[in-house]
């Protein structure tokens, strides 16, 4: 089956870090551009990290010099190392994978992520 699913979501406090893996599954993931989606209660669902098929990076501004996204294709596998986590991190973090000619997109359940102190 096609899917991507997400792990490393808890709690942390201010300060601390995580890692989230997005392991793909059916699809050979080195084929598709990858982004991490995040959305907390009350706001829109914000792209805050991307990875393209040749490994360059964009980050939102929130997260530029925090976060780094990753990837490793042997693994199948996208990684998002967020550190420095501030409680405006906290929302649930959602992995995005894409490609066009014809476009396809598969995205992840969904991993919460709680910053507090």
């Known amino acids: 089956q096609v899917q991507l699913v997400e792990s490393g979501g808890g709690w942390v406090q201010p300060g601390g870090s995580l890692r989230l893996s997005c392991v793909a599954s059916?699809?050979?993931?080195?084929?598709?551009?990858v982004d991490w989606y995040r959305q907390a209660p009350g706001k829109e669902r914000d792209v805050v990290a991307t990875i393209t098929l040749t490994s360059g990076t964009n980050y939102a501004d929130s997260v530029k010099g925090r976060f780094t996204i990753s990837r490793d294709n042997a693994k199948n596998t996208v990684y998002l190392q967020m550190n420095n986590l501030k409680p405006e991190d906290t929302a649930i973090y959602y992995c995005h994978g894409w490609r066009s000619s014809p476009y396809e997109a598969i995205w992840g359940q969904g991993t919460q992520v709680t910053v507090s102190s």
């Open positions: 059916g699809i050979t993931f080195s084929t598709y551009v």
